[in-house]
């Protein structure tokens, strides 16, 4: 009957496999047997030459994946398993990958890669061990009950992919998901010779746009994350933080972008008037929409990302642009290129998809019955309607426990509240005391029974919404939950 928060970890471990994937196999063409077995890369000789870029990221790239297979496990309740898949998880992962390579000749397999790659697992993996032996997980639940106010996991990992598709450089900064030419030229690649070749739209002369045009399609551009963030997160203080994080990474990622793209001394050259311009009527969107609900601020990402995405598909090339990001589509960043590219196409219509999401569906609040309300068909009546217990459990042993966490004071607010509120007594509210309730990684922690749901509570702040909104209202406080996957 509870809602749940679901862990991040599963959905961002795929989301890594497919980056990995995709820049270990890139650009995926040519495959072919070339008269060696898969696994002869094993016992080939090792490289003559490497460079210090190609170990950073042959070993850090791996660490995510190592770090998130093993939360990812752990947090769905196979905690045995996370060791073992966190640790060798990547390294059974990157000498497949290897082995693959073999059939691409633009590719080269290679052991040191592999253990490279191996060793960047491990690093994950063991890092997730110890996140969860120091219980940070639950440092992390806490930060997530408080400040986002959706259940969104998809959202979350939309907007968290925002920094890494400002990487991919576009003609128009922050103008991601420019892809309406190429898609058409792809469709008319791939219909050539057929009977609907005719279907494809012909190519229309774009007329080019103009400084004040480009603003604006800089300020939608970067109008939109900031929207997508408040219709996942809760307001007040914690849109305010947000904000200035999102401004900080767009600042990065647009000097990053140009960095890479043109050399460390272009970083600032992408940031022209019509650039700043864009930067400060977004900056004053975003703060004039700082109040609004989290429904509406869907619905206007929805409206502001597809006038965006109408101006940016109708501006024409840029030759010298298309020309030079040719060129570096074959440096040392060919690889990452490619991921960077899917990103930076993909990820507008990934925030349409989830702001449609959010704007179709109020957020997930599940309805209880009020106080007053009798319970349907429920013979013979409970004798108390709700029932809660506070975990007061005192460990003598040094480890972690919900009473070293506040759980008495908020024991004692609770039944203060319940009492000042009328709800104390046969027929309402009961608050009891409990042992350990063997959820000590969520705590501190209270269940409120007939329906079962379990809060990991922070302050008085917390219990007074509890009794409020879920002892007398039967509104379960969703913010609160108990991650499902969280035990002892
Ligand atoms: S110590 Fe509170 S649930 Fe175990």
Known sequence: MAATRRTMAAPLALCWLVLIVYASLYPFSGWRSQGVTPWAYLDAPWPRYWTGFDVLTNLLGYVPLGLLFALALARSGHTRLAWLFGLLGPALVSLLLEALQSYLPLRVPSLVDALLNAAGGALGGGLALSLLRRRW???????RNAWQAEESVGGIVVLLLWPLALLYPTPIPYGLGQVWSRAVSALAAWLQDTPFEDWVPEPVEALPIGPLEQAAVVALCLWAPALLGYALLRG?????????CWLLLALAGGALSSALTWGPVHAWDGFTPPTWLGMLLAVSLALASLGLSQRAAAVLLLLELGLALGLLNGAPDIPYFVESLEVWEQGRFSRFHGVSQWLGWLWPYAALAIGLRLALYPPRALQCQRMSEPTQGAEPSSYYQRHIFFCLNQRANGESC??????????????????ELGLAGPGKVRVNKAGCLDRCAGGPIAVVYPEAVWYSFVDTSDIDEIVESHLRDGRVVERLLTPPDVGR
């Open 137 to 143: 997980i639950r440092s992390w639940n806490r930060f």
């Open 402 to 419: 919900c009473a070293d966490h506040g759980a008495q004071a908020a024991f004692d607010h609770c039944k203060a509240r319940v009492k």
């Open 236 to 244: 007040g203080r914690h849109r305010l933080v947000f904000s200035g």
